[in-house]
């Protein structure tokens, strides 16, 4: 009787102690599965080049712990690209280890030549308004060239490298070091930015010798340009006892006014991060291409 008794509590605590194990256990990062990294609405890209974007986001995005995405469109069903990129967060919810994660958008519409950079969560800090600026001015050529796989490929490692560099003081060890997966000289330093904070056009005192010289110059031409002082006028020329002009005068007979409109830039370009309909912050950066 006791047996059986013990027997029957032993299958009821193993059952729930079954049903349990699946709270019970530590939820692993790896486990979210972010496995699309480019969307190639438009089609601007092979199969082949697809699928080498695809890789190299792979890679760099595991090594920087962030999803980096392409976004190519024909048209953006009438929003503006800034809100369709941060619907697409909201609603694709990408990141390395979790939805809404740390993520990289790249987005560009051609019926609208627009390009839009974005930074969500540990990217809005790394890849601030200012380094998507800069990103954008290194891919923009490339994208009116219509060179897309160069331009994406520009963007994977140069997002990548500033990844590296504590958006800071940049004195973090983390650095870009040039070499592709596995060691190999080959890969990333293909497309090098150099935006090291090791690079001598970003130490303080290379940038004000600069600006001395090049004012330097500037006051030299000027003042070479100027010449010296007139000392001739109408008085050196004229013989006042020949001369018969004894006086002049002006008439004043209409005026007309020519008026021209200013042209309007309405590109919208620089940096301008914001907030997604579902709450989410990230820095930007849009212009035109």
Do not use: C
């Amino acid at each position: 009787m006791r047996g059986n008794y013990l027997q029957r509590r032993g299958i009821i605590v193993f059952m729930i102690a079954l049903l349990l194990l699946p709270w019970g256990m530590p939820a692993k990062a790896e486990s979210f599965d972010q496995a699309q990294y480019i969307y190639d609405y438009a089609h601007l890209l092979t199969d082949q080049e697809a699928a080498n974007l695809q890789n190299l986001a792979k890679e760099l995005g595991e090594e920087r712990e962030t999803a980096f995405i392409i976004i190519t469109l024909n048209g953006t069903d009438g929003k503006d690209i800034v809100q369709y990129v941060e619907d697409f967060y909201d609603d694709k919810a990408p990141g390395y280890d979790q939805s809404h994660g740390n993520t990289a958008i790249l987005a560009i519409d051609m019926q609208e030549r627009d390009i839009y950079l974005a930074g969500f969560k540990k990217a809005e800090q790394y890849l601030d308004d200012g380094r998507l600026d800069q990103i954008r001015d290194n891919i923009t050529p490339d994208l009116s060239e219509s060179r897309y796989f160069q331009a994406f490929s520009l963007f994977l490692t140069t997002s990548y490298e500033y990844m590296g560099y504590e958006p800071t003081d940049g004195n973090s060890s983390d650095g870009y070091s040039g070499y592709g997966p596995g060691g190999s000289s080959e890969g990333y330093n293909r497309y090098e930015s150099g935006v090291g904070h090791e690079n001598l056009f970003f130490q303080w005192w290379f940038q004000l010798i600069a600006s001395l010289l090049v004012a330097a110059v500037v006051v030299g031409m000027m003042a070479y340009r100027s010449g010296g002082r007139v000392t001739v006028n109408e008085q050196t020329y004229m013989n006042n006892e020949r001369s018969k002009v004894l006086n002049q005068y002006d008439n004043y007979v209409r005026q007309t006014v020519t008026r021209q409109r200013k042209p309007s830039n309405d590109t919208k370009s620089g940096g301008g991060g914001g907030i997604t309909g579902g709450g989410h912050s990230h820095s930007g950066s849009r212009g035109k291409f």
